[in-house]
């Protein structure tokens, strides 16, 4: 594994001010809130705040580690859709939305960045591989829930799904693979949430809602971190 030390270390600072804002996007964006960052939050290091840090720090050093080779070109974006996707899981978590007020800004933000690293790495195809990620992903995902409605799948993990898809065509080597990160991820994701669903209304004996998105998400994170392993092993 190549390790690149100022890649590592600056990654893996990066996670206290991702852990900030995450932190006031969890508290402001569900309430409403028409200013971020005025008055500035609170520092807090407990509870939902101190998993969030957590998260960050394991994602980000993760991410060093997994794109080293490929530069920072590469990882910034993903650094900084590593700060709004545990916000989303978050506010899922506690609320069962994922906000459009994050989802959009979220995607707006990710297509500009992955356009110029993709120029500034020398690689323009990738552009069209993310696109396509998105694309098919969002298809996926969509055409579930034109079938089963709000009850199979809500329209935020819809629209979120066009965000997983595109950091996950983006680090295809072709459009085949793209192809089957995307459905690896949807399986993973659908899997392990159906899994926990069974387990919660085996508890709970009743049928209640729970949370998707974190599963949607958690399935496209390994998908980063192990999806050469998982795709060339079949």
């Not at 790495?121 to 579930?144: K, N, P």
């Not at 085996?202 to 192990?226: D, E, K, N, Q, W």
Request: charged fraction near 10%.
């Amino acid at each position: 594994m190549t390790v690149d030390p100022v890649m590592l270390v600056v990654s893996a600072v990066a996670a206290l001010p991702a852990g900030w804002f995450a932190g006031a996007l969890v508290d402001r964006v569900p309430s409403g809130t028409d200013s971020l960052l005025s008055p500035l939050p609170a520092v807090r290091f407990t509870g939902k705040y101190l998993v969030m840090y957590v998260l960050l720090l394991v994602l980000n050093v993760g991410a060093a580690l997994r794109f080293a080779d490929d530069g920072w070109w590469v990882l910034v974006p993903f650094l900084v859709v590593f700060c709004a996707l545990v916000a989303l899981a978050v506010i899922d978590v506690e609320l069962l939305r994922l906000p459009d007020r994050i989802v959009v800004p979220t995607l707006l933000v990710s297509i500009p960045m992955i356009v110029v690293a993709s120029i500034a790495d020398g690689d323009a195809v990738a552009i069209q591989r993310a696109l396509i990620g998105g694309a098919v992903y969002f298809g996926f995902l969509f055409l579930f829930h034109l079938i089963f409605g709000n009850r199979g799948m809500g329209f935020g993990d819809v629209k979120m799904s066009a965000i997983l898809g595109l950091y996950l065509g983006w680090i295809g080597a072709s459009t085949l693979q793209v192809i089957a990160y995307v459905l690896w991820a949807l399986v993973i994701g659908v899997l392990s949430g159906t899994i926990i669903g069974i387990v919660l209304f085996a508890v709970r004996r009743r049928s209640r809602s729970y949370p998707f998105g974190p599963f949607l998400i958690g399935g496209a994170l390994v998908l980063v971190f192990f999806g050469t392993t998982l795709v060339t092993a079949r």
